[in-house]
């Protein structure tokens, strides 16, 4: 997908320096919704069908993409230009670059929205008795009015950024849902460096530390921060103007720039408590666009967000947790509820500030004209789950792709717990496949092997449906029958029953039904071989729980709170039928889109129980290796297990690692080893082990490594020395290279606000909105809504509404002399949003007016 509109949209970018994003009711409005409904919106199973050739290819367009290291964007453009690649996957937000892109005629690129920076902050206090300022709550609460993000926007970013507060991002639909809400923190929490420098003070003072000449001494030493800032992009400039505003306030900085790889050893993979560093310049990239961003309490702000060392360091205030954890499993009855959790949630994390999040970045990913590829709005090609499906050069089949990214096998590769790097899952995406796919524009699940999917939910819920693969209905209750699966029996490696557990019974929220198509299991094979088996989706299950119970042979501590989050809400599954693959699962979390709930952007796992873990694909019998290794305390899947052992972290790719997996190998197939028999046995026998052990034998030494997925593309080759991969076009993979040649461009709203520059209170002001997309007027059908809000001089918000529609892209807002009078004398500002219902990117407009009397 190129995206020939991109200089236009990105120019009114840094213009406005803002994008909002809406999908449901504005803020003021009541919230409260009808019971689930069938549609909210006219919509299509996918964009139309472009106009390209269709073809009988199997699996990939092209047959090869070669990966390598690049980690200055102005050198990717040079060599893009010079013919030397063909797509640089990065989120560049660098305005000079930007500049050389719009004036080479061969190139092009496609829009990211879902890049933003972050300063992080290690909570920990220090086993070695030093002082660590960011133990203290509330000096991390004053890293916000430390950092000018206005200043940042517009000398670093040159307007290719947005200002950034809270852990939602500013361009997906929960942020514009509950605008009034963070226009306050907002405002709260602007920049205001007198009042960090006193928070701090404050602080420090009460902690023992004493400013002595200017600089904040412990203990008879100066405070000396570690803050380890990457270089590979903005985040170097970002990183010394925060290391200079910390010095203005006292402290002694010790600035280390590092690359990646220099920098994960440190901030990811080292215990907090040792006190290697401070703070760090984070970045995180959504790979697709999320319609639901309650999920991001936890996933920031707790110990169930990632089994990294760090993560299990937070240790957030108790109503936090409650609050992040409720988000999380979608614990609420109605919208009103949901906006209040995330009311709640949102200051009382802005208080935490584990993390202070400074921009999101208008970014772009550059390429050469002749090439496509299907990109996500929210994490560009690099987030797309259906890249390696959809990239081609343009009227050819077959070729090789040249890619370069800024980093490249950053960390382990292991679907339990190993690398979440982007650098890394973007090649990992074009390998694997998955039940549903996201669709890169609206974030809507689509269906990719599954074939279809029943909902049910209690009455009353706020669920709604959007597309045609999946039903939706409502039900009074929903009881979940006795030999449904709820928990694990470590010890015994067998499934607990809802029967077992509840002998009295059990209810829940939610009811899912998954539908998988006959033939699957003789149409989708591993890499190895295999065929694709109802014991896959089953070690999916298993693996689920077995880590996390101290009599697992396997117990890992960091896998703990994440099952224990899950089994908050998790009420069983239950395999109907094995062939065609039939499953039924019982939750008490829900979304607000029925697609979501049977997609893997929400919590692991997911209704599919597609064998797609935490961090990747994964075959019962290649696990099971890594089971071995770890049982015997020679390899662990967490960076943090590693640690705690002293051992490795499992790399099925590269490193020592693979000489431990091998011998698990020869072990596993002498024995025709079957993990965890009990259960797992009832769905593989002896000889279909010995099969697939021998398959995944002949693989490895063909490959050299264990990386065994079902997509479009083999890992072939892993160079870590010369820092590049090689994928290989899967010749056994079952779609035609045309299934997913339907995505366009996508249709971002352009919108220009016109009305009156001077309004007397007491009058009635009429403004019109004009929405376009390419120079055209936008469609009505292709637009959900147009909403206003209105902020006075003070910038309180006074009134917020739906636009009426006048004609085909064009709206107008009537401010009646009621409202007018309401106004404070000079500037006040329209804010128009338009919601269109074929891409989840609204579009924001201002307009600011002079009130007079």
Not at 226 to 255: C, K
Not at 341 to 348: R, S
Not at 469 to 482: N, R
Not at 754 to 783: M, R
């Amino acid at each position: 997908m190129k995206q020939k509109s991109f200089y236009a949209l990105l120019s009114m970018l840094v213009m406005l320096s803002m994008i909002l994003a809406a999908c449901a009711p504005a803020a003021s409005e009541a919230t409260e919704e009808p019971a689930a409904t069938e549609e909210t919106a006219p919509a299509e199973e996918a964009p139309a069908a472009t106009e390209e050739a269709m073809t009988d290819r199997a699996g990939a367009w092209v047959d090869e993409v070669v990966f390598t290291e690049e980690n200055s964007a102005e050198a990717a453009v040079s060599q893009l230009n010079a013919g030397q690649l063909d797509l640089y996957a990065y989120t560049v937000a660098e305005a000079p670059v930007f500049e050389t892109l719009k004036s080479s005629p061969g190139l092009t690129s496609t829009q990211i929205v879902g890049s933003s920076n972050t300063l992080m902050m290690n909570p920990a206090e220090f086993r070695d008795g030093r002082l660590n300022p960011f133990s203290n709550r509330k000096i991390r609460e004053a890293m916000h009015w430390l950092i000018n993000r206005d200043y940042v926007v517009q000398e670093i970013y040159k307007g290719l950024a947005r200002p950034r507060y809270t852990v939602l991002t500013t361009v997906f639909p929960d942020y514009a849902r509950y605008a009034d809400i963070l226009r306050g923190l907002e405002s709260k929490y602007a920049y205001d460096l007198d009042k960090s420098r006193e928070t701090v003070a404050a602080e420090m003072e009460a902690m023992g530390a004493e400013l002595v000449d200017g600089k904040w001494s412990y203990n008879g030493e100066p405070v000396t921060l570690a803050f380890v800032i990457r270089t590979e992009d903005n985040r170097r400039p970002i990183g010394d103007y925060i290391a200079s505003q910390l010095e203005n306030i006292g402290f002694v900085v010790d600035r280390q720039f590092k690359t990646r790889s220099e920098a994960s050893p440190i901030w990811y993979q080292s215990n907090p408590a040792d006190g290697q560093w401070h703070l760090y310049t984070g970045g995180w990239i959504s790979p697709s666009i999320d319609r639901d961003e309650g999920d991001q309490f936890a996933a920031f702000f707790t110990a169930q967000g990632d089994s990294g060392p760090l993560w299990q360091a937070y240790i957030p205030a108790p109503r936090l947790g409650e609050v992040a954890l409720d988000l999380l499993n979608n614990n609420f009855d109605n919208l009103e509820e949901r906006r209040q959790l995330f009311e709640e949630a949102l200051t009382l994390s802005m208080e935490e500030s584990y993390q202070a999040w400074i921009v999101d970045e208008a970014s772009f990913a550059p390429f050469v004209n002749n090439l496509s590829v299907a990109s996500d709005l929210a994490g560009g090609p690099e987030g797309s789950q259906i890249w390696g499906q959809t990239i081609r050069f343009e009227g050819q089949e077959g070729g090789t792709v040249r890619i370069a990214q800024p980093g490249i096998l950053v960390e382990p590769w292991n679907p339990l717990g190993g690398t979440n790097w982007i650098y890394d899952s973007f090649p990992q995406r074009g390998t694997s496949d998955n039940a549903v796919v996201s669709d890169p524009f609206t974030g809507l699940a689509l269906p990719q092997r599954l074939e279809r999917a029943e909902v049910t939910v209690a009455d009353g819920l706020p669920v709604f449906k959007t597309l045609d693969w999946i039903s939706l209905e409502t039900t009074d209750k929903i009881e979940v029958p006795a030999d449904a699966w709820i928990d694990w029996d470590a010890v015994n490696q067998k499934f607990i029953t809802v029967g077992e557990k509840y002998p009295d019974g059990l209810t829940t929220l939610t009811k899912s039904i998954v539908y998988y198509p006959e033939g699957m299991f003789d149409s989708v094979k591993w890499h190895d071989g295999s065929p694709l088996s109802a014991a896959d989706f089953v070690m999916n299950m298993i693996m689920l729980f077995d880590p996390a119970y101290e009599d697992s042979a396997i117990y890992d501590e960091a896998t703990v709170a994440a099952l224990e989050g899950y089994l908050a809400s998790f009420r069983g599954v239950r395999i109907v039928s094995t062939n065609p693959l039939v499953i039924e699962t019982y939750n008490d979390a829900y979304n607000i889109d029925a697609e979501i709930m049977i997609s893997n952007n929400q919590v692991y796992p997911n209704p599919t129980w597609w064998p797609q873990y935490s961090y990747g694909e994964g075959a019962w019998h290649s696990i099971a290796l890594g089971v071995l290794a770890e049982a015997n305390k020679e390899l662990a899947f967490t960076a943090d297990k590693a640690d705690a052992l002293s051992v490795e972290w499992n790399s099925m790719i590269s490193g020592p690692s693979l000489e431990i997996l091998k011998k698990y190998l020869d072990q596993a197939a002498s024995e025709n080893f079957i993990p965890y028999a009990a259960t797992l046995g009832e769905f593989v026998s002896a000889d279909e082990a010995a099969a697939r052990y021998e398959n995944l034998g002949k693989f490895h030494a063909e490959h050299g490594h264990f990386w065994v997925n079902t997509g479009p593309f083999i890992l072939d080759g892993v160079f870590p020395v010369e820092g590049t991969l090689t994928l290989k076009r899967n010749p056994e993979y079952t779609d035609n290279a045309d299934k997913w040649s339907r995505f366009d461009a996508a249709k971002i709203a352009v919108v220009e606000v016109d009305g009156p520059g001077q309004v007397a209170a007491g009058s009635e002001a009429v403004f019109d909105a004009f929405v376009t997309f390419e120079d055209e007027a936008y469609p009505s059908a292709d637009i959900s809504e147009v909403k206003y809000l209105l902020f006075d001089s003070t910038g309180a918000l006074i009134v917020s509404g739906a636009a009426e529609a006048v004609g085909e892209g064009q709206y107008q807002v009537t401010l009646d002399a009621s409202t007018t009078s309401d106004l404070e004398v000079g500037a006040n500002r329209l804010e128009v949003i338009v919601i269109p219902s074929v891409v989840s990117i609204a579009s924001f407009a201002p307009y600011e007016f002079v009130l007079t009397k």
